[in-house]
């Protein structure tokens, strides 16, 4: 890649990445596998189990804010046979602390990050495998470890973790939740940031080293943009998670006193974690979203059949907002106490994210404005990204500021906010992101028309449970309430709050539509051709559906961006309106961008 | 004795390439862990800005003296690591050899000395639960000689592997990765001698 694009460095770079052999035996093929194809669907195959199990878990939460303290129907006897089937106060609090915990770290991380990093940054960017390929069968199976972890969490005395899934000491402290299963579950969560860092030090060295030659920065595509800072951002952030984590299980069990202090018996500082967790907090809220927006920048453009407006623009909005998530975190602690002058500035700087995120926006906007769209399955999945995470981003302007925070904080305002930014719209994203790579994942299509029901089941259902969430919030109900309405000022509530909980079931029948199609098209679907979707970029131009173990027998040279679409010299003389990264078009004209190519390196 | 393999200047690419994308991840790598430490340091920074006297009214200061040599002896392993890979690029073996051996043996001493320097201050009656001195004192250079001993360990490996008489030009980037490892986890004791014991 670096230097003048010369034939010579073309055929260098065939030999600079091994072609590993297929595996013969059945454990180093689907157990222990290298190949950064199979360790994708690892994660995906893990982490859709635990989008379930925290999927369940949000409709125990929504039944007992419909019925407080009524039994659950159906499952409610098998669940809590001592109350015979009705949720307990410690019970519930174990309920929706392991439904943020699994959902965020063992749901989305892995489908997103562990699912589509995996799979989409060698093949987009031309490698043959990841750069450390041994290093990337580790972080699946300690992430398989720590995912056992969070089940043995369950099963012992006292239940899981109870604290919330901010894990907040003096609560989260031997005082406050005396169970080991607080315990495993920290432990659970540092085990799976072992795994999330391995990961990202893979994809990181990955982009940086096997960009295939003339893959320059701006002709990766935005999915590969959009994981590649998200890895940046889970290297540098998620230690500091495992550290107040360390912190956290050394006051648990070491006699320690970081966090202690008070009647907790020590002369800590509870506080200092807020700090710690909210340095790694924020930028994880990016990290759930960057590679959304790569994908969404993509799809725009795959299916209006235009090229990305502003494409870099996008890009740069991208590293901004990566830049800004590291020094924002304040803004989660305006209620704790905080110098004003440095409330001030941290809700100065969150306001200012909007204007890249505004960038972005705009540019997707511009992407379909006149475009020849196609509203397949992957492209409505990435307008209803679009759609909530706008809902939810101009609703982040009120908890950003102080003065509104200061009567939102800690209400269901809150919790609609982030659940359409961070949830719904990595859920809408990652599902968008599966529909489009199912065909290229196992070599066969899924049925559009219960993708399309599952995307109207998905898009407005969440809409309207973290909608009405949102509303509720506003109108003063508190987040985490057992019985919200034992409070006389919330007694009004109580009919909203059981309508939202129908919509969160007819949310959850909606993904039957997805369950059946994902099985039915696994084994029955029908065959996919190399390119169905029509797109430019490598995999689906150069590898077969599925490719084959080592991806490409010579490394493909690139001669474009992602994004050609409808160019009037390629409609003219090819008769399509796409044309692959890596297809020679005019020998002339590609001749005069490898020199750009040189003059980039 | 100079037993440099003669690579085919394909394979030599291959490998420089190769030992340069190692050295990336390693780095990646070395900020996490950097990242990790910091957390730790932003936790002693805040707790001891907390506290109106350091230490702590009723605690004993911590010593001085042991640290001090501690940090000399690190250093020293720290130059011996990078001599063991001048010399194993070289293809020399026995000095590439003495040298790791006396990187491991300085790092050994290390975590004698820090056995020693808990040990001491146990005997002050200082324990990770006397207050937040003992919680950091104690958290901090424990994990730090934990990662010290890690890389023991890989050092041994690799003395095992070169006295074993493997070719050397395959372990070249090992010894890198381990040296840059290595370097850093003598780092991260400078910051903490500065932090904890100096001021």
């Given amino acids: ?601 | 004795m100079h037993n440099v393999v003669q690579l085919h200047p394909q394979a030599l690419l291959e490998q420089r390439r190769n030992e340069q994308t190692s050295a990336i991840g390693m780095m990646v790598a070395l900020g996490s862990w950097g990242m990790m430490f910091a957390a730790l340091f932003f936790m002693y920074l805040g707790l001891r800005a907390h506290t109106l006297a350091w230490p702590p009214p009723g605690l004993p200061a911590l010593p001085i003296a042991l640290p001090s040599l501690n940090t000399v002896v690190i250093g020293c392993s720290s130059v011996a690591l990078v001599r063991a890979l001048r010399s194993m690029r070289e293809g020399q073996r026995r000095p590439a050899s003495l040298w790791m051996l006396a990187t491991f043996v300085l790092g050994l001493a290390f975590v004698g000395l820090q056995t020693l320097l808990w040990w001491t201050t146990w005997q002050q009656g200082l324990t990770p639960s006397t207050g937040t001195l003992g919680t950091v004192f104690y958290s901090l250079t424990v994990l730090h000689a934990l990662h010290v001993a890690a890389g023991l360990a890989v050092l041994a490996y690799l003395l095992g592997m070169t006295l074993g008489g493997r070719s050397m030009a395959e372990r070249v980037t090992t010894l890198r990765l381990c040296g840059m490892f290595w370097h850093f986890v003598g780092g991260v004791w400078a910051f903490m001698f500065v932090g904890m014991f100096l001021l």
């Fill in chain 1, 1 to 601: 890649m670096q230097g003048v694009m010369t034939p010579a460095d073309i055929e260098a770079a065939q030999h600079l990445q091994h072609i590993h052999e297929t595996p013969k035996s059945f454990v180093k093929h689907y157990v222990f596998s290298i190949d950064h194809k199979y360790i994708a669907k690892q994660f995906l195959w893990a982490g859709l189990l635990f989008l379930f199990f925290g999927g369940m878990l949000a409709m125990l939460i929504r039944w007992q804010w419909a019925y407080p303290g009524e039994a659950v129907p159906v499952v409610g006897n098998l669940l809590f046979p001592d109350t015979q089937g009705a949720i307990t106060p410690p019970t519930y609090n174990t309920i929706f602390t392991t439904h943020g915990l699994i959902m965020i770290f063992f749901a989305i991380t892995p489908i997103m990050i562990g699912c589509f990093g995996n799979f989409c940054i060698p093949l987009m960017i031309g490698a043959r495998d990841m750069a450390f390929p041994w290093l990337n069968l580790l972080s699946f199976w300690i992430f398989a470890l720590s995912q056992a972890l969070v089940l043995a969490s369950f099963c012992v005395e006292l239940g899981s973790a109870a604290a919330g899934w901010t894990t907040y000491p003096p609560l989260a402290s031997q005082v406050g939740t005396p169970g080991l299963g607080q315990s495993l579950m920290v432990l659970a969560l540092f085990v799976t940031g072992v795994s999330t860092i391995m990961g990202a030090i893979n994809y990181i060295t990955t982009v940086i080293r096997f960009r295939a030659p003339g893959m320059t920065w701006f002709r990766m595509p935005g999915t590969v943009w959009g994981l590649w800072l998200t890895s940046i951002l889970n290297a540098l952030f998620v230690p500091v998670l495992g550290s107040a984590g360390l912190m956290l299980l050394f006051d648990r069990h070491f006699g320690t006193q970081f966090f202690l202090t008070g009647a907790a018996g020590g002369t800590g500082d509870p506080i200092l974690f807020q700090h710690l967790f909210w340095i790694f907090g924020h930028p994880e809220v990016y990290i759930l979203i960057l590679p959304i927006w790569g994908f969404v920048i993509d799809f725009m453009s795959f299916f209006a059949r235009k090229p990305a407006y502003w494409f870099r623009g996008s890009i740069y909005a991208m590293i901004t907002v990566t830049v800004l998530s590291a020094v924002v975190y304040g803004h989660h602690m305006f209620v704790t106490g905080m110098s004003p002058l440095l409330g001030q500035a941290f809700m100065l700087l969150t306001l200012v994210i909007s204007v890249p995120a505004e960038i972005l926006f705009l540019n997707w906007l511009h992407t379909i404005w006149k475009g020849s769209i196609r509203l397949t399955v992957p492209m409505l999945f990435g307008l209803g990204t679009i759609f909530v995470f706008g809902l939810g981003g101009l609703t982040g302007i009120y908890l950003g500021t102080i003065s509104t925070d200061l009567y939102l904080h800690d209400t269901m305002f809150v919790v609609g906010h982030f659940h359409l930014t961070m949830a719904s719209a990595a859920f809408l994203g990652s599902f968008g992101a599966l529909y489009l790579w199912f065909p290229k994942m196992y070599g066969r299509l899924m049925n559009p028309f219960l993708g399309k029901v599952h995307f109207w089941f998905s898009t407005v259902g969440l809409t309207l449970v973290f909608g009405f969430q949102m509303l509720a919030g506003y109108a003063g109900q508190q987040r985490r309430l057992y019985d919200p309405f034992q409070y006389s000022y919330l007694e009004g509530l109580q009919d909203l709050n059981r309508f939202t909980t129908y919509c969160a079931f007819a949310l959850a029948i909606g993904q039957l539509a997805f369950v059946y199609n994902f099985f039915y098209s696994l084994f029955a679907g029908k065959r996919a051709s190399q390119n169905p979707w029509e797109l430019g970029t490598i995999e689906w131009t150069d590898c077969a559906s599925p490719p084959v173990h080592h991806n490409f027998d010579r490394i493909p040279v690139v001669y474009r961006g992602p994004h050609e679409y409808n160019h009037p010299e390629v409609l003219e003389k090819l008769g399509r309106d796409w044309i692959g990264q890596t297809e020679e078009f005019d020998p002339a004209a590609d001749a005069a961008t490898s020199d750009e190519v040189a003059a980039t390196a």
